[in-house]
Nanobody, 125 residues
Framework: QVQLVESGGGLVQAGGSLRLSCAASGRTFSRSVMGWFRQAPGKEREFVAG???????SYVDSVKGRFTISRDNAKNTVSLQMNSLKPEDTAVYYC???????????????????WGQGTQVTVSS
């Protein structure tokens, strides 16, 4: 059974930092794209960042320069370092994995086959 388990969410003041981690089990994703999405109340799930197996990354414009995605293929993990957090970053953050073998980082949620349960990030002003 494939599982993605996120950790690291919490409450932080604006300007602060958090680091989210996602541990995958049940299969290896070393040759797959992995990503982070977020969903705020009343809004659609939004692509935040993605990384392919070669280390290439992609970010939504609103987090460029503030967030950094990384992965450890040996540990089957992906992380999201979030700096200079803003109240508008408040959302449930989800780890996701593309079950295929591709270098293309896609931003649409339907392209991802596996999802974590989500972790809440709240940024106070």
């Amino acid at each position: 059974q494939v599982q993605l388990v996120e950790s690291g969410g919490g409450l932080v003041q604006a300007g602060g930092s958090l680091r989210l981690s996602c541990a995958a089990s049940g299969r290896t994703f070393s040759r797959s794209v992995m990503g982070w999405f977020r969903q705020a109340p009343g809004k659609e799930r939004e692509f935040v960042a993605g990384i392919n197996w070669s280390g290439s990354t992609s970010y939504v414009d609103s987090v460029k320069g503030r967030f950094t995605i990384s992965r450890d293929n040996a540990k089957n993990t992906v992380s999201l370092q979030m700096n200079s957090l803003k109240p508008e970053d408040t959302a449930v953050y989800y780890c996701a994995a593309d079950g295929g073998l591709s270098l293309k980082i896609r931003v649409g949620a339907p392209f991802y086959d596996y999802w974590g349960q989500g972790t809440q990030v709240t940024v106070s002003s």
